[in-house]
C-alpha cells in the first residue's frame, strides 16, 4: 500500500468522525490513562487489515500505542481468536476503535470471500481479480484485501490500464477503429484490453492487436471455444456475473484470468469486537 496515500485516507476518516474531539473519552479519561485492550474475531474468516492498527493510532497523533498482531494478514482464523492486543492511553484506544474496526472488519470480509472464491474455482492455471467496483475512497485498501484473500488485481483505476468496454467500441464505429485509436497515441508499456461478447467480435479483436481479450458474460462451454480463436500471447479473461455459486463452472475453461467484483461490492463484514483485557491504570 501506499503509506503517504494511507495516511491521508486515514487522517480523513478520522477528522469525519473525531470532529472537535471525543466528548465522551475526553470528559471521562485523564489524558494519561492507560489501558490494554484487544481484538477479537466473532467469527472464521481470513484476516486482514491489522497493519493499518498502529497506522491509526500515529495519525490520530500518539505513537506510543504497543501493538502486538498475533496473525499475519491473510491468516484463517476462528471466532474466538485474539488477532490483536494494544496497550496505551485509553483516549487514544477509544476514540481509534471504530475506525480501527470498521477498516478491518471490511478488509476482512474481502479477504474472506476471495478466499472462498479461489478455493471454490480450484484452478491455479486461472488468476482472479478484482475490479473498479469498490466503494469510492477505499480503492487501495479493498484491493489489498483482495490480494490477502489470494487474489490479483485488475487496473486500479481508468489511469493504468486501457479497457475498451462496448460503449467505447459503439462510440468509435468499431474495435479495429478503437484500438487503431488508442495504438497510434498510447505508449508500448501499457496494455490494451478489448471487451467481447461474439466470436466475430474476438476475431476482430485479435486482428486489432488487442493484448487482452474479455470475454464478456459467456458460459464456460462458450468460452472454452472462444479461446481457440485467440492465438498464444494474448492474454484471455473472463468476467460477467461470476459469483460463489457460479465460479467453480469456470475451473478449466481455458482463460489465464477471472475478473469479477463480487469480492468488492457484495462484502459481509467479518464481526470482530474491541474489548478491554483489564482495568485502566494511571
Do not use: W
Not at 102 to 124: E, F, H, V, W, Y
Amino acid at each position: 500500500m501506499n503509506e503517504v496515500l494511507l495516511r491521508e485516507q486515514i487522517k480523513t476518516f478520522l477528522n469525519e468522525d473525531l470532529g472537535t474531539g471525543d466528548l465522551s473519552a475526553e470528559l471521562v479519561f485523564d489524558k494519561d490513562t492507560v489501558g490494554k485492550g484487544s481484538f477479537k474475531a466473532k467469527t472464521d474468516g481470513v484476516f486482514c487489515g491489522g497493519v493499518l492498527i498502529e497506522t491509526v493510532y500515529s495519525v490520530f497523533g500518539d505513537n506510543d500505542v504497543k501493538v502486538k498482531l498475533n496473525f499475519k494478514e491473510g491468516d484463517r482464523v476462528k471466532a474466538g481468536d485474539i488477532l490483536a492486543h494494544v496497550e496505551g492511553r485509553v483516549r487514544t484506544l477509544l476514540s481509534c476503535e471504530r475506525i480501527i474496526l470498521n477498516l478491518m472488519q471490511r478488509m476482512s470480509g474481502i479477504a474472506t470471500i476471495t478466499r472462498k472464491l479461489t478455493d471454490r474455482l480450484d484452478d491455479p492455471t486461472i488468476k482472479l481479480v478484482d475490479t473498479r467496483k469498490t466503494l469510492p475512497g477505499l480503492r487501495m485498501l479493498d484491493k489489498y484485501a483482495v490480494k490477502c484473500g489470494g487474489g490479483f488485481n485488475h487496473r486500479m483505476g481508468l489511469y493504468d490500464g486501457v479497457m475498451l468496454k462496448d460503449n467505447h467500441i459503439a462510440f468509435a464505429g468499431g474495435i479495429e477503429k478503437a484500438v487503431k485509436a488508442v495504438r497510434d497515441q498510447l505508449g508500448h508499456t501499457v496494455k490494451i484490453e478489448v471487451e467481447t461478447e461474439t466470436a466475430e467480435q474476438v476475431k476482430q479483436a485479435v486482428k486489432a492487436g488487442a493484448d487482452i481479450i474479455m470475454f464478456d458474460n459467456r458460459t464456460p462451454e462458450e468460452i472454452k471455444e472462444l479461446v481457440k480463436l485467440v492465438p498464444k500471447g494474448i492474454i484471455t479473461e473472463a468476467s460477467g456475473g461470476i459469483t460463489p455459486d457460479s465460479i467453480s463452472g469456470f475451473k478449466g475453461c481455458g482463460v489465464d484470468v477471472i475478473s469479477t467484483g463480487y469480492m468488492t461490492h457484495t462484502v459481509t463484514p467479518m464481526d470482530i469486537s474491541f474489548n478491554t483485557d483489564c482495568g485502566v491504570k494511571g
